[in-house]
């Protein structure tokens, strides 16, 4: 097979959802139809005591959580499949939304009686932005939810994406029958074997044959809603769906394994193969008509104590990756030979011979690379358009609790910041050490591994959350314009930064120095 041929069959996305919409009993739905794995329930660790692939760090086991994005890799039916795993605790952080960069497509896992929750909201933000697809699974039909068409509304005005409903279920909880399959013209029963599962549908939408399930008060319903929905609702549109305009909408129960292989055969009829991306000089870089060449969305230590190392986890945008092939650096020119290079399987890491564009490859790094980093394999180097930051919300002012340690306090933060772990800010004088994070975790992250890897306890001071915003017209700033409801301090590239209190301060900030060109990042 050529390296193109291996491309095509491609498809690499990330699963978005709130915790306990059934993120992790979908993913090992998936990787069990892929083979991945033998048995549905040795990706969770919690219940099992097994350790999951996204359970590598011990502050992950001690709060049943998962804090980074893990990888995993099957094939099905002709295609190779690449998972990308994002935490869906509260407590999430940049990770998860560099995560978002790294895929072609998005799956967001709904609990059907809670809706759309808070989180989502900026996760999804993140792939419009993109424009990634993103379809949405909506889960735990066999408990009562809210109302299929109440669910659609709300995917629509919260998320103001349009949908369209590939399939409905009929009934729900204890009265849940199956999904009535507008894709494939077919019924799907609840709770019934393989042979008998599925019922045909004639071309006026009704059952073909005689069934039980056509007297029940739930079928009428069904019909009536999908005919509502012929009638009012969107039409499906391939393009759409490709823009990330329309989320094609299934139902499902992950828990009893009822929907996810429809979903998953359905989807990847849509599923977009790797796609291109540009350069910073605005120069797009096709899959496969390319040299190799990747970037790196993530950086992530000790996955494994029994390995004290650094991953640099690289997703591949163009050609093809060999083991012991020479790659440069892009940022330094530094050229080296590639020996080891890992990919991630769902039980174990195994050693990579090879990969292509849509795939993630994890490089062993001793600390040579930073996120947003390019890696290329021909000769000519150049850089991916950079991956976007994120504006945090909460800060923290750190020292080291023992003052002698100070080089290793240095020298741990420079690495975590550099990994992308945490924010780095300094007040202007004094230099203190001021951090940033979209969320709490990577603040309990960030002294968990400061004690454990560079062997320095800090003292964490929270200055609470901040309204952070970066200026155009820097020449400008002035120090009288600080108060202590806006802080003043430089970030890890030496640019200024107010930390204003609430949005009030900021808006009372604009309103009496009206020249200042104030901007936020993502
Ligand atoms: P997450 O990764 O998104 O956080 O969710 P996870 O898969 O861990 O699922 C959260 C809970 O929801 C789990 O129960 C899981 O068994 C349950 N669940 C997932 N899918 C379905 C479904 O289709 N129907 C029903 N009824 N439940 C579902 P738990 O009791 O919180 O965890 P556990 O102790 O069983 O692992």
Known sequence: MTTIDEIQKRRTFAIISHPDAGKTTMTEKLLYFGGAIRDAGTVKGKKTGKFATSDWMEIEKQRGISVTSSVMQFDYRGNRINILDTPGHQDFSEDTYRTLMAVDSAVMIVDAAKGIEAQTLKLFKVCRMRGIPIFTFINKLDRQGKEPLELMEEIEEVLEIESYAMNWPIGMGKEFLGIYDRYNNRIE?????????????????????????????????????????????????????????????????????????????????????????????GEIVDPATNEFAGFIFKIQANMNPAHRDRIAFVRIVSGEFNRGMNITLARTGKSFKVTSSTQFLADDRETVESAVAGDIIGLYDVGNYQIGDTVVGG????????????????????????????????????????????????????????????????????????????????????????????????????????????????????????????????????????????????
């Open 189 to 281: 029963q609840f709770r019934t074997e393989e042979q008998d599962r599925f019922l045909e549908i004639d071309e006026e939408g009704n059952l073909v044959q005689d069934h039980p399930m056509k007297a029940t008060s739930y079928y009428q319903q069904a019909l009536e809603d999908i005919q509502l929905l012929s009638e009012a609702g969107n039409d499906f549109d391939v393009e759409r769906v490709k823009k990330g305009e329309l989320t094609p909408v299934f139902f499902g129960s992950a828990l009893t394994n009822f929907g996810v292989q429809t979903f998953l055969e359905t989807y990847l009829d849509f599923a977009p193969k790797p796609q291109p991306r540009m350069t910073a000089d």
């Open 379 to 522: 000769k000519k180097a150049f850089e991916f358009e950079k991956l976007p930051q994120f504006t945090p919300e909460l800060f923290m002012k750190v020292t080291a609790k023992n003052v002698m340690k100070s080089k290793h306090f240095h020298k741990g933060i420079l690495q975590l910041v550099q990994e992308g772990a945490i924010q780095y800010y300094k007040t202007l004088h004094t230099e203190d050490v001021i951090l940033g994070a979209v969320g709490q975790l990577q603040f309990e992250v960030f002294e968990h591994r400061m004690k454990n890897e560079y062997n320095v306890e800090v003292r964490m001071e929270p200055i609470g959350s901040k309204v952070a915003r970066w200026i155009e017209n820097e020449e400008d700033v002035k120090e009288s314009m600080t108060s202590p409801r806006s802080m003043l301090v430089r970030d890890r590239y030496d640019r200024y930064v107010f930390l204003f209190e609430n949005d009030f301060a900021m808006r009372w900030f604009q309103d009496k120095y009206e020249h200042m060109k104030l901007y936020n990042l993502l």
